[in-house]
């Protein structure tokens, strides 16, 4: 019986989060659909399929509240929580992570989540090439962050995960655009924006803030289509 409820529960949870997630990229006003499931809600559960679900979507919430210390301190209680824990359980919530550390200006504690993170399933891997990608930017490296994004769009794309792949175009072309080659990544900017997981300016990272007029201007005079497969610059 306790397995069936777990199971149930693990199920409710990810479609929350799922949900809750799309709902405060498109709004970001933190405002979420009334099911999500709080942190502390799940700190009583304890179990780490149910805490990697929830975590993330409190962080992201905090954050469109605009609380960045709430959200800093839920990633490091979840970091705290799965590291003795199998490695599948610190890769899968990467990507929200990531992103939530590197926009409130905590690329440390980024850096934090990628050490000694061993993967072996396809998701897994999938989700520590996204987290690469968007610490890389935010070190400064695009070209190798542009290459990291598109591999990521392309695993995402081929895994069925439309919300990552908009994530991942979303990031190739803002690369672009840093690198001085806006006209270049229009073709990639227009589908990622256009995807339900498409952030606000707000959730970018520090150094890219601010581009978003830039992505519309660039889209306003470009009708390129973007290429079958990311072949570099």
Known sequence: MMLVLLGLGWRWTSACRTESTSLVNRSGSGRTHPKTVSAGSTRLVGEPHVLIAAFPVAALVAQARGDPVAAIQLVEELDEATKDRPAKYRALPLPDLTRVCVAAGHLPSAERLLEDVTVHTARSRHCLVTAQAVVTEARGGLEAAADLY????????????????????????????????????????????????????????????????????????????????????
């Open 150 to 233: 598109a591999d990521a769009a392309e695993r995402w794309s081929d895994y069925g995960s439309v919300p990552e792949r908009g994530q991942a175009l979303f990031g190739l072309g803002r690369c672009l655009v840093q690198l001085g080659r806006p006209k270049g990544a229009t073709g990639w900017l227009r589908p990622g924006r256009s995807l339900p997981a498409s952030p606000p300016d707000r959730y970018l990272p520090r150094p890219t803030r601010g581009f978003s007029r830039t992505f519309s201007m660039a889209m306003a005079h470009d009708q390129t289509e973007p290429p079958v497969k990311w072949v570099g610059p």
